[in-house]
């Protein structure tokens, strides 16, 4: 790092130069938070195409660039909510990947937003995952309710002493294409 000062005197300016070099000790490398990966996927008909064909580009690239993440699943819902693998988590590879998008080919956006059916299914998944498993949670949609409660507080609330949530990291995409609920 350089540093200089100048200071004025009758002498003129005085200028000093200095340069530190600290030793710094090697930090390990960090362990990933999660080995495991669940996309919850807006498929409400008030999610757009275009916002629902970037979602789907998010979750493949995701998957293919993150080596931390071993296994996922993909939540969808919209009114109501469904895994792609509704018995165990998909391994992150390309045969898992391929077999999760082939399920997602072709979904018809339909019904209103409902997130706290999401969140109710992610809490009660219907398989089996340890309490206190971390996971990093990665939220496809702008976020707009439109069916049930509708006050984003409100909704989190209700599921944030659940030791799921409680291990949940989550992630939230802004795409520019159209409104999206900030406060969610």
Known sequence: ALAS???LDENGPRYVYARLRPDLKTVAAKQAFA??????????LSEQP???????????RILEEDPDIKSFN???????AAWVDP?????????????????????????????SCALEKLVNPGFD???GTPINCFVLSDGNIT?????????????????VMKSCRFHCFRTGLGAENLEL
């Open 147 to 163: 069916w049930g409660e509708s006050d984003a507080a409100s909704v989190v609330a209700k599921f944030d002493e659940s030791p």
């Open 35 to 44: 080995p495991h990966a669940v996309f919850l996927l807006d498929t409400s």
């Open 87 to 115: 018995n165990d988590w998909l391994p992150n590879t390309k045969e898992g990947r391929d077999r999760a998008l082939a399920k997602l080919d072709g979904i018809v956006l339909e019904g209103a937003t409902d997130f």
């Open 74 to 80: 993909v939540l969808t819902f919209n009114v109501g």
């Open 129 to 131: 995952v340890a309490a």
């Open 50 to 60: 275009d916002r629902f064909g970037v979602s789907m580009m998010l979750l493949k």
């Open 5 to 7: 000062a100048d200071c």
